[in-house]
């Protein structure tokens, strides 16, 4: 299935996420109460909702946007990938990521192409733009849509194979399948620190971006497909 998709059609993306908040103590009281029982089972009793806030970016109702990189393929004979970066305050970059996709990705033979996409990134999109009064384009509003019609690819589902339980990271992905690996600064876990104690956003494009082409990486050796060089490689 994957073999006969065509690569220009797909529109390969990732997004970096953080607290609502630089800390709990920023937080209403009303959301602090909110956030503590939202999270009762992943903390349990090892620690306090304040202690946990660092991880808050995980869930839409509690984080925020701050980068949307996406990647395409513009030249399947030269294999040419370009990436571009979408950055600033929340709802503008999602107003811009929703244009490109209704002025570029719009067709039915278009797909969305991300690593635990249909698990995190995809719906965390469509539920910011509810949240931040952003239209949801029709590549991410999935109702009525049959499972067939769901214009998704989600590489990690592609990896599972059918097994449901299985949960592989990219950065385990990339490694056994020799593509360099997208995590030689940062990784997700410290995104939250280079946003707001660095503030150092384009530090996470960067990174960002790196996640995008290692995902095309993975479809490219999906297809049995060498993959691209850094010469193939454009950023916008």
Not at 189 to 201: I, T
């Amino acid at each position: 299935m994957i073999a006969k998709l065509s690569l220009e059609n797909i529109l390969f993306l990732d997004i970096e996420t953080v607290p609502q908040q630089e800390s709990f103590d920023l937080l209403d009281p009303i959301d602090q109460h909110l956030y503590a029982d939202k999270t009762k089972y992943q903390r349990k009793e090892e620690f306090s909702p304040a202690e946990f806030y660092d991880r808050a970016g995980i869930w839409a109702e509690f984080g925020k946007i701050v980068c949307i990189s996406v990647g395409y393929f513009v030249n399947r004979d030269k294999k040419q990938f370009r990436t571009r970066s979408f950055v600033g305050e929340e709802k503008e970059l999602l107003e811009e990521f929703s244009s490109l996709l209704k002025e570029h990705f719009s067709s039915r033979n278009n797909l969305l192409c991300a690593h635990n996409g249909k698990e995190f990134d995809f719906p965390y999109i469509a539920r910011r733009m509810i949240i931040t009064g952003v239209e949801i384009p029709e590549k991410l509003n999935l109702f009525g849509k049959k499972p067939w019609e769901v214009p998704h690819i989600d590489t990690m589902e592609l990896w599972k194979f059918g097994d449901y339980k299985h949960y592989t990271s990219l950065k385990l992905l990339t490694r056994i399948l020799g593509i360099p690996s997208p995590k030689d600064d940062i990784d997700g876990s410290q995104v939250r620190d280079v946003f707001y104690l660095e503030n150092d956003v384009q530090r996470i494009a960067n990174y960002c971006e790196k996640d995008v082409v290692a995902v095309a990486q993975i479809v490219l050796k999906l297809r049995k497909e060498s993959i691209l060089t850094d010469e193939q490689i454009i950023s916008k």
